[in-house]
């Protein structure tokens, strides 16, 4: 079958079926999601009948979106909320102006990657909850021991694709600018940043996407304020509507952060499209 039969069907199959909006297919995603929830808690699929199911949740949502306190120290919500997203939002800038120029150095020489990469490597595979006893014991407050650990989760993913970035790369795009007349600081900002940018960018938002799980597993363990010890509190007293609270406050805000990340990330990536 030759490609313009091929593509007369499938003009015609376009014409015929018509395909959802993508917002209605955002939307179809959210509510299958809550219905399975809600099937999986009526049928007890593994041991769901011992939770809520989404219409509790939902109304306990509401109730702490109407201000109620979360906790015995009578913050809501928000204030949670907001203590996690300042975790994550410092640690995570931290994190970038450490790892993007050590990321670019290490990828551009081999007397630095030799120099400072296996050090680096034999630390990522540690988890970064595992540094919490060590952060809560040496540094002087439960706060900084949390954001020092949530900075560890988005470091290495940001770090990584930096280098890798950097290695992909085309050479022929540094001779050709070489060629011209550029230096190597010239190449460095015009040609090496610029093409590793995209990787940059993938690295920014799996640090983000790591940053929320860590800081909700710091503190759950070192306490205090923040969705982590919201979780963690009313699991130690079997209020589960108040768990699926915090689990549902944690998708949003993570959900915002990617989606800030990505629109940040389109637009320093806007030569993207010029060059497709």
Not at 130 to 141: E, M, N, Q, S, Y
Not at 236 to 242: A, F, G, Q, S, V
Not at 259 to 266: D, K, M, P
Request: net charge neutral; hydrophobic share 55%.
């Amino acid at each position: 079958m030759s490609t313009s039969t091929i593509e007369q069907i499938q003009r015609r199959f376009d014409g015929v079926v018509s395909v959802p909006s993508r917002r209605v297919l955002q939307v179809t995603s959210i509510l299958l999601f809550f219905v399975l929830w809600s099937v999986a808690v009526r049928v007890s699929f593994l041991g769901f009948d011992k939770f809520v199911g989404p219409e509790v949740a939902l109304a306990a949502l509401a109730e702490a979106l109407a201000g109620a306190p979360m906790t015995d120290g009578g913050e809501t919500i928000y204030e949670h909320a907001a203590l996690s997203a300042f975790r994550v939002v410092v640690a995570v800038l931290i994190a970038m102006a450490i790892a993007i120029p050590l990321g670019l150095t290490i990828g551009t020489s081999r007397r630095w990657e030799d120099a400072l990469f296996p050090a680096l490597e034999v630390f990522r595979p540690v988890p970064p909850v595992a540094w919490v006893p060590i952060a809560l014991l040496l540094l002087p407050t439960f706060r900084s021991g949390v954001l020092f650990v949530v900075f560890l989760g988005a470091f290495f993913p940001i770090l990584i694709n930096t280098i890798e970035g950097v290695e992909t790369v085309e050479r022929e795009y540094v001779q050709a600018a070489s060629s011209l007349g550029a230096g190597s600081s010239q190449i460095f900002r015009h040609v090496i940043i610029p093409a590793t940018m995209p990787s940059i960018i993938t690295g920014v938002s799996l640090g983000v996407g790591l940053a929320w799980i860590t800081v909700v597993a710091a503190e759950m363990i070192a306490g205090g304020v923040g969705i982590g010890y919201i979780i963690f509190q009313a699991y130690r007293l079997l209020d589960t509507p108040t768990v699926a609270v915090g689990m549902i406050a944690i998708g949003i805000l993570g959900y915002a952060s990617a989606a800030l990340v990505h629109r940040i990330g389109h637009r320093l990536t806007r030569w993207q499209e010029v060059s497709d």
